[in-house]
């Protein structure tokens, strides 16, 4: 139910977060076409994709079927969200009579949050270990950024194009951001920046590869 829920969401954060790229820019007519350029600079089925694969290294436990009372609702590992963020989801299970289906509702809560804050590669997961103390605990893994190459600079040091997309190897992985940096660095009239993402093979950590295509910045003008 969830993986399904989620798709819609997924692509709606997608649309969402082109048209709020587009009114950040400071020239309505510079910022004309916005979405199409965002479109045509990262692939739309990305978030899909990053979704389907981190669904399925999240970790799935047995619960009960049957309810129980959960007194408690711990979350550890999250720095992501806010201790607000976190509260507003957890309060409706917290002393309240619980399913394994209830229980596992609740960390899809905080993985969709992730997901719109475009934390794709972040979730949330839940840890039996406790629910005979009343306990539900919910370990959040946050996904991290790997290496990140540059291919095709020519007359820019490849650490300009590192520093402009704003996202470094060990950081959270935040695929908005990421897209958000790229259309800012497309701006300049002598850079293009085509970014790939892709699995490291470590579990949680996502690979940036960064397709460029520069000139020399020399611009005539006549009078």
């Known amino acids: 139910m969830h993986k399904k829920?989620?798709?819609?969401?997924?692509?709606?954060?997608?649309?969402?977060?082109?048209?709020?790229?587009?009114?950040?820019?400071?020239?309505?007519?510079?910022?004309?076409?916005?979405?199409?350029?965002?479109?045509?600079?990262?692939?739309?089925?990305?978030?899909?994709?990053?979704?389907?694969?981190?669904?399925?290294?999240?970790?799935?436990?047995?619960?009960?079927?049957?309810k129980m009372l959960i007194k408690e609702v711990r979350v550890t590992g999250v720095s992501c969200l806010s201790v607000k963020e976190i509260a507003r989801i957890i309060a409706p299970f917290q002393n309240a009579e619980l399913s394994g289906k209830d229980m596992q509702r609740c960390a899809d809560q905080i993985t969709d949050v992730y997901s719109l804050k475009g934390y794709l590669t972040s979730y949330a997961y839940v840890n039996p270990e406790y629910l005979s103390q009343g306990i539900l605990e919910l370990k959040a893994v946050e996904g991290k950024v790997g290496k990140v190459t540059v291919e095709g600079a020519k007359h820019f040091s490849e650490d300009v194009y590192r520093e402009r997309i704003g996202l470094q190897e060990g950081d959270t992985f935040n695929y908005k951001e990421l897209k958000n940096n790229v259309y800012r660095t497309n701006k300049h009239p002598d850079r293009k920046v085509m970014p790939h993402v892709n699995p490291s093979g470590e579990p949680g950590v996502t690979d940036i590869s960064l397709s460029v295509k520069d000139k020399l910045p020399l611009h005539a003008t006549f009078d």
């Open 5 to 66: 829920s989620l798709l819609p969401l997924l692509l709606l954060f997608f649309v969402f977060s082109c048209m709020q790229a587009s009114a950040e820019g400071p020239d309505e007519g510079e910022n004309r076409g916005t979405v199409e350029s965002l479109m045509a600079t990262v692939d739309v089925p990305v978030e899909i994709t990053m979704h389907e694969e981190i669904e399925a290294e999240r970790p799935r436990p047995v619960l009960p079927e049957e």
